[in-house]
């Protein structure tokens, strides 16, 4: 493997095209709209994927394709996978891209998610909530990230979003954490140790290792973790995001791809998510990713760039920047990594 495609521009697209230049690799990138990564990667096509040309050439051009962003239309996929493998592969991507088929995938294979409910449409939703109970989340089954396509629903009437959704049963936890997980093309598993994710609106606002849970609940998490993994007969880096709870581990919702709550693994690893992914496509072997430092990862967010000139000059503090243009609320502008031990 010399050329990976990637389907996707933004900031996960550009980190895994320094990562593949590290090793001597270059990227394509296919991206219909701004594409950050634009700046690092061999070479950019810009078109919509619907543009079957586009999608050729592209595919004709790499060795293997795979992606940041996991709601790539099937058509386009069928196509690009017709002349290239696609990694991690189609089904991790179909069962991740749908709230209802991922939930019911996890519990096919014995793991725990919120109790959950299919609502088609709004005259669904009453039985729903009958069944589920209050307080709950609506969420739309496809497309939604960082808390968008959310409504949760209390003790008043339910705000009805539109789109076909799950409703799912609102979990008590005392901690969010996440595990970073790597599958290689001959079947070996490597994690990353478990973060501490803090949210904030919705979005990410820190990830932090080590989480402070016992090693009973990481290691439980990381045995959820290789258990998707090699259900999916998954190839790359895949980001599994539980709930603590008395009761156990419960599997929010995984990310066929590498992961924000990952990013911490540049400052606190020798092989970081991204090389760990770009190794495992290009079937190459999985590196040594054990953790050597304690880290806080930080995402900034909108006005959070405001503060890019005090981090540059703050110790310890590895400063990434996705060169995105005008920061907008809500939108992940960057991230710092701070070693903290
Ligand atoms: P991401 O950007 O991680 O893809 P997303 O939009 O897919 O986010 P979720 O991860 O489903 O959204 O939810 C965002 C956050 O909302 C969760 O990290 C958690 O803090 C909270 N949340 C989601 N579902 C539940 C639930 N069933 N019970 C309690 N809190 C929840
Ligand atoms: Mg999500
Ligand atoms: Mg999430």
Known sequence: VRTIGILGGGQLGRMLSVAASRLGLRCHIYEPGAAPAGDVAWRV????????????????????????????????????????????????????????????????????TAPFADVLTEADLDTAIAAIGRPSILKTRRMGYD???????????????????????????SAEISVIIARGADGQVAAFDPGL????????????????????????????????ANGLDYIGVMGVELFVTPQGLIVNEIAPRVHNSGHWTQAGCAVDQFEQHIRAVAGLPLGDGKRYAD????????????RVPDLLQTPNTQVHLYGKGAPRPGRKMGHVNRITG
């Open 45 to 112: 096509t810009t078109a919509p994927y619907e543009d079957a040309n586009a999608l050729r050439a592209f595919a004709e051009s790499v060795d293997v394709i795979t992606y940041e962003f996991e709601n790539v239309p099937t058509s386009a996929l069928d196509l690009l996978e017709s002349i290239r493998p696609i990694r991690p592969n189609r089904r991790a991507l179909a069962v991740s891209q749908d709230r209802l088929t991922e939930k019911t995938f996890l519990n096919g294979i014995g793991l725990a």
């Open 147 to 173: 808390g968008k396509g959310q409504v949760r629903i209390g003790a008043g009437p339910a705000e009805w979003t539109g789109a076909p959704s799950v409703l799912e049963g609102f979990v008590d936890f």
């Open 295 to 306: 880290v806080v990862m930080e995402n900034l967010i909108g006005d959070d760039l405001d």
């Open 197 to 228: 994710n803090v949210h904030e609106g919705g979005i990410l606002r820190t990830t932090t290792v080590p989480c402070g849970l016992p090693g009973s609940v990481t290691t439980d998490a990381v045995l959820i973790a290789a258990r998707i």
